[in-house]
T-cell receptor, first 112, second 114 residues
Framework: GENVEQHPSTLSVQEGDSAVIKCTYS??????FPWYKQELGKRPQLIID?????GEKKDQRIAVTLNKTAKHFSLHITETQPEDSAVYFC???????????FGKGTSLLVTP | EPEVTQTPSHQVTQMGQEVILRCVPI?????FYWYRQILGQKVEFLVS????????KSEIFDDQFSVERPDGSNFTLKIRSTKLEDSAMYFC????????????FGPGTRLTVL
């Protein structure tokens, strides 16, 4: 089945700095790559997603890049704020398209 | 904004008992999912459901698990004989379509098996 690897597992940055989280996937049939933010005790919430026909997507301070050849995608957060502190999960859909296979998560801490 | 809802928020049960977790997906969504998250770990896919059928399931979703859409609004996950290792947060999700559409997650049900 699909295997999604995510790095780093923890990331600490100063407010205003950038944060980058990287994921790789194994199934070349995957064509949908969402990123979810999960605050403690809350539901995962989609922050940005990208499909395989696009190489980059940006939404204000958040951007995602996708390299299909290398099977990796990355989340970039610029001008980080303390409220960005949370666990971030990348995911890739299965070859059937239905399941989302998640990475192990990155715990991001933004210190003032 | 419409949201996925789940009940109960917390369920405590004895090992070997049956539990039913309930979800109300977003009303115009056609695809429904269950995921689980063991404390401190990643979110794991259990099953997807479309048109009153399971469309995909993971290795975790064995014979102890079943899903049902008993009426036009509810979507349930039943665990027949709970084990200690079933303790986790169970998230329901729904999407308008399959194959790479945003999945909206519910708030989760925390299942504790004693």
């Amino acid at each position: 089945g699909e295997n999604v690897e995510q790095h780093p597992s923890t990331l600490s940055v100063q407010e205003g700095d950038s944060a980058v989280i990287k994921c790789t996937y194994s199934d070349s049939a995957s064509n949908y790559f969402p990123w979810y933010k999960q605050e403690l005790g809350k539901r995962p919430q989609l922050i940005i997603d990208i499909r395989s026909n696009v190489g980059e997507k940006k939404d204000q301070r958040i951007a995602v890049t996708l390299n299909k050849t290398a099977k990796h995608f990355s989340l970039h957060i610029t001008e980080t704020q303390p409220e960005d502190s949370a666990v971030y999960f990348c995911a890739a859909n299965s070859n059937s398209g239905y399941a989302l296979n998640f990475g192990k998560g990155t715990s991001l801490l933004v210190t003032p | 904004e419409p949201e996925v809802t789940q009940t109960p928020s917390h369920q405590v049960t004895q090992m070997g008992q049956e539990v039913i977790l309930r979800c109300v997906p977003i009303s115009n969504h056609l695809y429904f999912y269950w995921y689980r998250q063991i404390l401190g770990q990643k979110v794991e896919f259990l099953v997807s459901f479309y048109n009153n059928e399971i469309s995909e399931k993971s290795e975790i979703f064995d014979d102890q698990f079943s899903v049902e859409r008993p009426d036009g609004s509810n979507f349930t996950l039943k665990i027949r004989s709970t084990k200690l290792e079933d303790s986790a947060m169970y998230f329901c999700a729904s999407s308008e379509a399959g194959g790479g559409m945003e999945q909206f997650f519910g708030p989760g049900t925390r299942l504790t098996v004693l």
